[in-house]
């Protein structure tokens, strides 16, 4: 019967078809792998936590007496504590001040802004429009990275890597929550992407969309003009030759239009300041306030030498364990900005730098959360993971602690 089959007129030309579309299928997936692996990672990941959140929130009993922010929905509630609360209170009701008491003019305006918008255009609550807008900003992040890590790597596994080792770090469940981790992510990713594509407009309008998300947004303006340097053959390696300053010259009077784009990107940060003037008086208010939250600027060396030592502390207490990962992630992220600046230049080197040592000047609370969005940290790793140990190794580990520490958020456990 096989033989008469294989006889049948046409047969062979079938399986040339159909040989053909698995090909044509094969080398489509591979055109579209800037989405399909992103959309992968996120759903892979997104999977586990929320699995974990629900498992975390069911059998774990939490202490009685925490705002609840969405009360008919326990789902939403579980990814809205802690910070969420002052994002979800400017989309509602906007700005206010308490002298010398918390007040949420200490929060960036973009991301309750975009909570307000969706929540009107889609007629829902803000915390669900707050829970849409984290998770759609998150996906979009991986897809910038994956095409900066492609970019800047030139290797597509590698790439493959960086997402999902950042789609599943411990706190990657911050990417879902109603936090700022999501939008600065995507913004800053975005806004790198196109400085190395040389689209200058459009990293200019995405840097300065993250600098009204966040105050160190600021810092794309640095990296960016880093870029616009070595665009332009300047290298820090060369800046002692005069050649280099010349050669500088002669690309700044041919593109002299370019700096003055990229100068928008602070323009987010000033017109927050801007607001904050006029309704309030204080264009500084977002920093003056932060007292109020017992941070005292002591520098960073004073701060290691004051918080490092409390892990060796013989009583445990609740958050000892978080605050044993916010040393590990602060010293980790330290010791990799060498291994940056040779793999990735010293642009990305000193942004990393510069964003772990400024909040790192009071405290090292949140430091586990607040290395999220240095996306040049996990394009590292994405290098590194190359031996198939390696990988395993640390995927595994993320996916893990991943786990563990979205059981303890969704029960009001302070984790970053």
């Known amino acids: 019967m096989k033989a008469d089959a294989l006889r049948i007129p046409g047969w062979g030309m079938l399986v040339q078809r159909a040989r053909y579309a698995a090909l044509r299928l094969a080398a489509a997936a591979q055109r579209l792998d800037w989405v399909l692996l992103p959309v992968l990672a996120f759903a892979l990941s997104r999977g586990l936590?929320?699995?974990?959140?629900?498992?975390?929130?069911?059998?774990?009993?939490t202490d009685p007496g925490h705002w609840v922010a969405a009360p008919d929905s326990p789902f939403l509630s579980m990814w809205a504590k802690w910070d969420s609360q002052w994002y979800v209170q400017i989309a509602q009701q906007g700005y206010f001040i308490r002298p010398g008491q918390q007040s949420n003019v200490a929060f960036f305006p973009l991301y309750p802004l975009a909570m307000r918008i969706?929540?009107?255009?889609?007629?829902?609550?803000?915390?669900f429009a707050g829970f849409l807008v984290s998770n759609l900003c998150f996906l979009g992040g991986l897809i910038f990275l994956y095409k900066l890590a492609a970019l800047e790597l030139g290797d597509r596994a590698a790439a493959q890597r960086t997402i999902f080792y950042?789609?599943?770090?411990?706190?990657?469940?911050?990417?879902?929550?109603?936090?700022?981790?999501?939008?600065?992510?995507?913004?800053?990713?975005a806004t790198m992407y196109f400085a190395r594509t040389r689209h200058w407009l459009l990293a200019s309008l995405?840097?300065?969309?993250?600098?009204?998300?966040r105050n160190i947004g600021v810092m794309m303006w640095g990296l960016v003009m880093w870029e616009w340097l070595r665009a332009g053959g300047?290298?820090?390696?060369?800046?002692?030759?005069?050649?280099?300053?010349?050669?500088?010259?002669?690309?700044?009077?041919?593109?002299?239009?370019?700096p003055l784009i990229i100068a928008m990107i602070p323009v987010g940060l000033l017109l927050f300041m801007l607001f904050l003037k006029q309704s309030f008086d204080r264009p500084f208010i977002f920093i003056e306030i932060q007292s109020a939250?017992?941070?005292?600027?002591?520098?960073?060396?004073?701060?290691?030498?004051?918080?490092?030592?409390?892990?060796?502390?013989v009583e445990i207490k609740r958050w000892y364990f978080t605050h044993v990962f916010n040393v590990v992630s602060t010293l980790l992220a330290l010791s990799m900005t060498p291994f940056i600046w040779r793999k990735?230049?010293?642009?990305?080197?000193?942004?990393?730098?510069?964003?772990?040592?400024?909040?790192i000047t009071s405290s090292l609370g949140s430091v586990a959360r607040y290395i999220l969005p240095l996306f040049p940290l996990f394009i590292v790793l994405?290098?590194?993971?190359?031996?198939?140990?390696?990988?395993?190794?640390?995927?595994?580990?993320?996916?893990?602690?991943?786990?563990?520490?979205?059981?303890i958020f969704v029960n009001w456990i302070f984790v970053a």
């Not at 889609?122 to 915390?127: A, G, I, Y």
């Not at 990735?344 to 909040?359: F, S, T």
């Not at 590194?384 to 580990?397: D, M």
């Open 382 to 407: 994405g290098w590194w993971g190359r031996r198939a140990a390696v990988n395993h190794t640390i995927l595994s580990t993320f996916a893990i602690f991943l786990g563990l520490l979205t059981a």
């Open 166 to 189: 950042l789609a599943f770090f411990p706190t990657a469940f911050f990417f879902s929550a109603v936090y700022t981790e999501s939008l600065f992510l995507l913004l800053t990713v």
């Open 118 to 127: 969706v929540a009107r255009i889609l007629s829902v609550d803000v915390v």
């Open 344 to 359: 990735l230049g010293e642009g990305y080197a000193l942004y990393v730098l510069i964003l772990i040592l400024v909040p």
């Open 234 to 258: 300047w290298r820090i390696t060369t800046m002692h030759r005069g050649k280099t300053w010349r050669n500088l010259w002669v690309y700044l009077r041919r593109r002299w239009d370019q």
């Open 49 to 61: 936590v929320f699995a974990v959140g629900l498992v975390g929130d069911t059998f774990f009993e």
């Open 206 to 213: 995405c840097g300065l969309l993250a600098s009204a998300t």
């Open 293 to 313: 939250w017992k941070r005292e600027n002591i520098g960073p060396l004073a701060v290691l030498m004051r918080d490092i030592p409390r892990i060796f502390d």
